[in-house]
């Protein structure tokens, strides 16, 4: 179990860095445009 979970941490980071980009550019693109 707890194997399973440490595997999926890296996915979920990647997910919130990904995310952060996108949240990121929109903000840039809204205040820019």
Do not use: Q
Not at 3 to 32: C, H, N, Q, W, Y
């Amino acid at each position: 179990m707890a194997g399973s979970f440490l595997s999926t941490i890296p996915l979920v980071v990647v997910f919130i860095l990904v995310e952060l980009r996108m949240v990121a550019g929109i903000l840039d693109g809204a205040f820019k445009g």
